[in-house]
């Protein structure tokens, strides 16, 4: 499974976190990705790969780099606590255990924030049934796990 990710950096401190799982890495998905996760004439720090070359074309300021410490971490961490707390996970629900995990980061200065907000996404969403999310349910399809900005 590919995994993008994108990330604020405010001054040197790294402030919230977006991961979505992706079906390759052409330069049309990851521009795609790019619009939805940052705000337009921003500077996108990347490093070099080649699909990354039309940032430029779409409004961004695009700074190529071999360090991307930050986002590096990010990758380490959620690497180990897939490893470590889940044991791995399946491709169906690898954006359900991305969403769980920048959650938290992202409130991880404002924890009482943090439960608020999952009280008031409890009492809006409706929960996956059992063949929903395992596809067993007959003539539909099996259910997609939300990348809703407000649960990661």
């Known amino acids: 499974m590919i995994v993008a990710g994108a990330m604020d950096i405010r001054g040197k ?8 799982v992706i079906p390759d890495v052409t330069g049309k998905t990851l ?11 921003s500077t996108v720090k990347t490093d ?4 990354y070359s039309k940032l430029e074309t779409v409004g961004y300021r695009h700074i190529v780099t071999p360090q991307l410490i930050h986002i590096h971490r990010v990758f380490s961490n959620l690497k180990m606590w897939i490893i470590g707390t ?11 255990y991305l969403n769980e995990f920048c ?13 608020q907000t999952v009280l008031g996404l409890v009492k809006e969403r409706l929960e996956p049934t059992y063949k929903g999310l395992y596809g067993v349910a007959k003539g539909r399809k099996a259910w997609v796990h939300p ?3 407000v649960l990661s």
């Open 147 to 149: 990348t809703n900005p």
């Open 86 to 96: 889940h044991h791995g996970v399946s491709p169906q629900h690898l954006q359900a």
């Open 13 to 20: 401190y790294a402030n919230r976190v977006r991961l979505k």
């Open 31 to 41: 521009t795609d990705f790019i619009q939805l996760n940052v705000e337009g004439g």
């Open 103 to 115: 959650f938290p980061f992202n409130r991880r200065k404002t924890p009482m924030a943090a439960f």
């Open 48 to 51: 070099e790969w080649v699909s």
